[in-house]
C-alpha cells in the first residue's frame, strides 16, 4: 500500500560543525481547499524533520513550500 500526505515546510535551523548541514522541519498541512481538507481528514496532524547538507535540497525546500510526501515500502 502507498501512501501520499501533503505537508508545509516550516522551519530551517542551521547547524555548523565538521560537516555543516541544515534541520527543515515539515508538518502536515490543513487549509480550506478540497484537495486539502481531504489530507487533513486522513493526516490532521504530523511532522517530518530531516537534517540536509545539499545545498540545492536545501533551496528546493523553502520555507513555505508544499509538497507531496509518498511512502511507498521498502521491501
Excluded: C
Excluded at 535551523?13 to 486539502?36: C, G, M, R, W
Excluded at 496532524?45 to 547538507?53: C, E, N, R
Excluded at 536545501?58 to 511512502?71: N, R, S
Amino acid at each position: 500500500m502507498n501512501i501520499r500526505g501533503k505537508f508545509t515546510v516550516r522551519s530551517h535551523k542551521h547547524f555548523q560543525s565538521a560537516d555543516p548541514y541544515v534541520e527543515i522541519e515539515l508538518s502536515a498541512l490543513y487549509s480550506n481547499t478540497p484537495e486539502d481538507n481531504s489530507y487533513a481528514k486522513s493526516t490532521p496532524s504530523g511532522s517530518i524533520t530531516m537534517a540536509v547538507t545539499v545545498p540545492e535540497v536545501i533551496a528546493t525546500l523553502a520555507i513555505g513550500k508544499v509538497f507531496y510526501v509518498d511512502f511507498s515500502p521498502a521491501d
